[in-house]
């Protein structure tokens, strides 16, 4: 089992950023491939951002590609996702999650979750 937490969510106005942070413990965080997703109310879950096991390799959605930036401290056992230029569009729901060895978009191959934090951009 992994278990994840996440942090840093809240209100903040378009043009602003926050930092997301997102705690694991349990199994090696070493061993996880790890991404950041997000859910608007009434639409689903959709793909954020995803980094490899050693954080040399990222990938992002083209709606925050540019803007937000994805990274891990192994020591720490932590991700973190520095949002910048905040858009009301980015408003939702963010969750952490966790996949045995290598990254991917598709949120069904994810093995953990976090609770979520919200995130809301005002215009």
């Known amino acids: 089992q992994v278990q ?3 942090s840093g969510g809240g209100l903040v ?10 705690g694991a413990s349990g199994r090696t965080f070493n061993n996880y491939a790890m991404g950041w997703f ?3 109310p ?14 040399n390799s990222t990938n992002y959605a083209d709606s925050v590609k540019g803007r937000f930036t994805i990274s891990r401290d192994n020591v720490k056992n ?8 905040l858009k009301p569009e980015d408003t939702a729901v963010y969750y952490c999650a966790a996949r ?11 093995d ?3 609770q979520g934090t919200q995130v809301t951009v005002s215009s």
Do not use: D, H
Not at 13 to 22: E, I, K, V
Not at 78 to 85: D, I
């Open 42 to 55: 009434g639409k689903e879950r959709e793909f954020v951002a995803a980094i490899s096991l050693s954080g």
């Open 78 to 85: 932590t991700v973190y996702l520095q949002m910048n230029s």
């Open 38 to 40: 997000r859910q608007a």
């Open 13 to 22: 106005q378009a043009g602003g950023s926050l930092r997301l942070s997102c």
């Open 4 to 6: 994840l937490v996440e």
């Open 112 to 114: 953990y979750w976090g």
């Open 100 to 110: 045995w060895l290598f990254p991917a978009t598709n949120k069904a191959s994810y």
